[in-house]
Structure formats: C-alpha cells, structure tokens
C-alpha cells in the first residue's frame, strides 16, 4: 500500500504540473516577446541568460536543501496521512503558486528581490518590514547551514571527499560547456559519472577531523567557501554544481524508487507502513494543528524559496516561458522529493525487519517522543536507514554496499544543502546591496563588502552559542519566520493580481490558510516560550507577531485601495 500511494502522489504531481501549473502560467500572461532581465541587464555574473534545465536545477537544488528531507521524517510522528495530504496539497495549490509567483513578479521587475517589490505592491512602510523579516530569516539560514555542513561531515565523513570534489568537476563542466561550446547533457553526465567516481573513493578514505571543535572548525570553512563561491559569476560554479545536483536526485529517486519496487515484489509486506495512519497526541509532542503545517515547509511551501526565486533564478531566466518549469515546476520536484522522504521514513525505515510487527517496533523505538525524533541527527538518520534499506534490496547487504548507499545518500543530502548556502548568502547580498541603494550608502553596495557582511553576521550568530550551535538559540523561530514570509508573499502576490485586474483567488486562498496557521503556530509558541521563561524568543517572537498582523493590515489597506481602483501609478510601474 505504501508504495501504491507513492506512485499515485508522484502521477498526481505530473498531472498537476500541466494542469494548474498551466493554468497559472496562462494566467500570469507568459509571453516570450517580453524581454527578461537576463538579457536587459545582463552583467555575466548575476544576471546571466540559461538554459532552463539549468536553470531548473539551480532553482530545484537551491529551494530545496535538507528541508523537504528533515520537515517530513520528523512530521510524521503525527502519522503518515497528515503529512501525505500536505505534501500533496500544499505543493501543488500553495507552494507551487508561491513560488512561481515570487519568480515571475521579480522577473518582471528587473529581477529586483521580493522585498524591494513589495515597496510597489503594498507600500513603503510594508518594504521595510518586509527586509527585516527577510534578513531575519536568511541571517538564521546561513548560519544553520553552516553548521548542518559540519554536522553532516561528521556524521558521514565518507561524504567529505566526493563533496569538495564536486567543485573542481563543476568547474571543469562549466569551461567545457562555457567556454568550448561543448553538449551540455553530455558532459552533464560525464561529470555526473565522474562525481560518483568520487563517491565509490570516499568509502574507501572517509575524511574526519579529529578533535572537540571539528564543528567549529568546518563553519569557519564554510564560512570562507561560501564567501568567495556566492561572488563567483552564477556560470561558474553555482549552475554547473546545482545542474550535477539535480542529477544526484534523480539518481537518488530512481534508486530508491527501484528498490521499493524490488521490494514490493520480493517481499510485499517489507514495505508496509510501519508509521500509524495517525497519531494525533505523541508523547512530548506540541499539537499537530497547526505545528505540522510549519514542520513541513519546504516539501509543501517555504517562504525561503521566494527569496531564491526574486533572488537568483529571476535573474537568469531566459524566456518568460521558462518560469513554468523552474518556478512551478522546481516545487512540484520538491513535493516528489517529500514523498520519497516520507516513503522512506514511514514504510522503508522498517523494511529489512523480520515481520510487519517488527518493523513498527522498530519504528516505534525511534519515534517514541517528540525529544528523541526532533534532533537533526534523528531525521536525517531516519531518511538516510530507510532508504538504504528500500535500496539493499537491489544492491544487498555487504558492509562495502551498504557503506556505498549510505555515501551516495549522505552525499545527496550534503549536497543540497550545500546549495542552499551558496544561494541564501548571494540572496542576503543582494538584501544588504538594495538596503544601500535605498539609503543611498554606495559602500553597501558593492558586491564584495555585501558579501562580506552577509557572511560575517552569519558566523557571529553562530558565535551565540558554545561549540558554534549558536544558530539554534534562534531555531525555534526559524518555522513560523519562514511560513510568515510564504504568507505575505502570497499576499503581496494577491495584490499584484488585483492591481493587475487578473483573478487574485489562486495566491489569496492559500495565503489566508498560511497567515492563519502561521500565526496559531507562533501563538502556540509564544506559549511554550513563556511556560519555559525563554525570555529572548518570547521577545523576539512578540516582535515577529506584531510585524506579522502589522504586514496583514497593511495589505488589507493595499487590497481595499486595489479593489477601489487607487493606485494605478503604483500599478503601470509594476511589471
């Protein structure tokens, strides 16, 4: 049964990407006569025409990272059908809607970021609110990234070779492609092949640092990384890196994919669901309405991902046609990717026990408490065992295979995630880059002390907290900040289409639904906040509120000026 409805999620999201995902491009006018900012403003390094299957894979890799992976292997210890139905629901009418929006609206508007358009749609004031929850949240992006990497490298240290590799190879890609004139998908897949060359390598030479500040020790090389990668221009490193990325997932779905379907037949009932169908009070657990719908973000909708579409992707579109595969489609990508996850950690974790019984036991030990799911290690544990598990059954079980399919998965997360950290420092460049335009501080505006500051911010949160977890002082937040922003973005996206005079129903329905279980959530843990005397969340979670039902009245102000007809000017300048 549980592969039956994976397979059944996976054709529902195709349809869907051609049937709504359609239907919102006809509705936003796509028209390859109008000339993208890629080519307007076209610089070789930030705004630079691509190819949209490159372009794809930037975009899947870069909104993606370890959250459709971590939302869902924690999520389901309220069940299995909840996080189904959100995951198949949220991508397609919320998540899909968001993020094609966010792109197509910057893309329109000189690629400037989500925030900077908001000062046109809704207002001056609503901007500035805007840049504050939008450094907010990449400031904690960054840094948590960081430290996931280093984290991540210790826990697969067989990962740590085949993962700096991929920079010279993606490189090599890039000149080939760039600069030779060479067949894209040909060399794609050369370097595809040669990256898990890699792989196989890192079994054999796992690479540890020794020592109690081994994390530390690799957020400062993150730091330094992703300082000099993010000012690179995009065709050099981050679009043949993220196009050899989006290969590794469809390596890493087909795998597991064909691993669940061997199992399926060689042994039915390996395959069962060892998750309960729902589990609405466990132990420890905070209430699943409305915290699941703030656990799954990026596998049913994120408001990070806005922040690379108007931030990256929206410069490097080259025709407006394109937006339908890298904005709608990328988060479709990213539903069937939570799928796999929770394929992996409700069937799949107890695949290889001895009887049904035994692999709910299984999973029942693992997922006994809220305290022992919750930690990061244990979600990306969870994902990594049970797809390993679905994939033994077509690789067996020696120690080398079983040592190959945990690198080829740690490396596929390691991946991600290290995309997703490029991306949020270039976004949070261009946020430092537009604040000193506005205040007219030229200095802010040049991309390398941009950087700079983007970067350096990052690693003193990190500083916040001995051993460099200083990013998860602030962690708690980070759910309801990022779900805040997908809402308002669907609220700055309704406006956009009022203003235009085009039916604004796709982005305010689910935006209603995101303020609402947004602010529930924060509610809920402004809540929890005050029973524990956190007394720095509880303040900065007031403060987040407050900016929240500040942003709402400003839009319901924007809508009612729309609806009246005000605002034209406001509207001819939007694009």
């Known amino acids: 049964m549980a592969y039956v409805l994976f397979v059944i999620a996976i054709i529902w999201f195709l349809l869907m990407y051609k049937g709504y995902g359609g239907f919102i491009a006809r509705l936003f006018k796509l028209n390859n006569k109008n000339v993208t900012p890629a080519h307007t403003m076209e610089d070789g390094v930030d705004y630079v025409p691509t190819n949209r299957w ?34 198949t629901l949220g991508t397609v009418f ?9 792109l197509v609206i910057s893309m329109r508007n000189e690629g400037y970021s989500i925030g900077e358009i908001t000062g046109k749609i809704i207002g001056p004031r609503a901007k500035v609110l805007f840049f504050f929850v939008i450094f907010f949240e990449l400031w904690i992006v960054i840094a948590i990234f960081a430290m996931i990497m280093g984290i ?31 067949n894209l998908h040909t060399w794609s ?67 597991v994919t064909l691993g669940g379907l061997v199992a399926l037949f060689r042994a039915p009932t390996h395959l069962s669901f060892v998750a309960p169908v729902i589990n609405l009070h466990p132990e420890g657990a905070p209430p699943m309405w409305p915290i699941l719908f703030v656990t799954i973000a990026c596998g049913a909708i994120s408001g990070f991902h806005s922040l690379v579409g108007s931030g990256t992707s929206s410069k490097q579109i080259d025709k407006e046609t394109d937006s339908q595969l890298v ?14 996850v929770l394929l992996a950690v409700a069937a799949g974790f107890g695949a290889r026990s001895t009887s049904v019984s035994a692999g709910v036991a299984v999973w029942s030990e693992h997922y006994a408490a809220w305290a022992t799911a919750a930690g990061l290690g244990a979600k990306i544990g969870a994902f990594v065992t049970g797809a390993v598990n679905m994939m033994s059954y077509v690789f067996g079980q020696s120690k080398y295979m079983i040592g190959l399919m945990i690198t080829i998965m740690g490396v596929f997360v390691v991946s991600f995630a290290g995309t997703s950290l490029d991306t949020a420092t270039r ?15 030229g200095w802010m505006e040049n991309k390398w002390i941009a950087t700079f500051l983007a970067v350096f911010t990052a690693y003193l949160l990190t500083l916040a907290s001995p051993g460099g977890k200083g990013a998860l002082v602030l962690w708690p937040l980070f759910g309801t900040v990022n779900q805040l922003l997908a809402g308002l973005v669907l609220l700055a996206t309704t406006i956009y289409l009022i203003r235009k005079k085009l039916p604004s129903y796709v982005a305010a329905i689910p935006m209603v639904f995101m303020v609402i279980m947004t602010a529930w959530a924060m509610v809920v843990n402004i809540k929890s906040f005050a029973a524990t005397q956190n007394i720095l969340l509880l303040v900065i979670g007031i403060v987040v509120f407050i900016l929240m039902v500040w942003l709402v009245i400003e839009g319901i102000i924007a809508i009612g000026n729309a609806r009246a007809g005000k605002g034209e000017k406001e509207a001819k300048e939007l694009g």
């Open 189 to 255: 897949w050369w370097a595809l092949a040669l990256m898990y060359i890699t792989v196989a390598i890192g079994v054999l030479i796992p690479i540890t640092i020794p020592g109690a500040h081994a994390l530390q020790i690799w957020i400062v090389i993150m730091m330094i990384y992703i300082y000099f990668a993010s000012t690179l221009p995009v065709q050099t490193l981050l679009q043949p890196r993220d196009y050899i990325n989006a290969h590794e997932l469809l390596v890493a779905m087909g795998l």
């Open 427 to 441: 976004a949070q460049r261009y946020v430092f880059q537009e604040w000193g335009k506005d205040l007219k501080w």
């Open 54 to 87: 490159v372009l794809w894979g930037h975009h899947y890799t870069s909104i993606a990272g370890t959250g459709p992976i971590v939302g869902p292997a924690i999520a389901v210890i309220w069940g299995w059908l909840p996080a189904l139905l959100w995951i």
């Open 327 to 340: 904005g709608y489609g990328g988060m479709i990508a990213e539903g069937m990717l939570a799928m796999i």
């Open 152 to 182: 991540l490298f210790n826990m697969y240290p067989s990962s740590v070779f085949p993962v700096w590799m991929e920079i010279p190879i993606a490189v090599m890609l890039s000149y080939m492609v760039f600069k030779k004139g060479k």
């Open 94 to 102: 919320a998540g899909a809607v968001h993020d094609f929006s966010a």
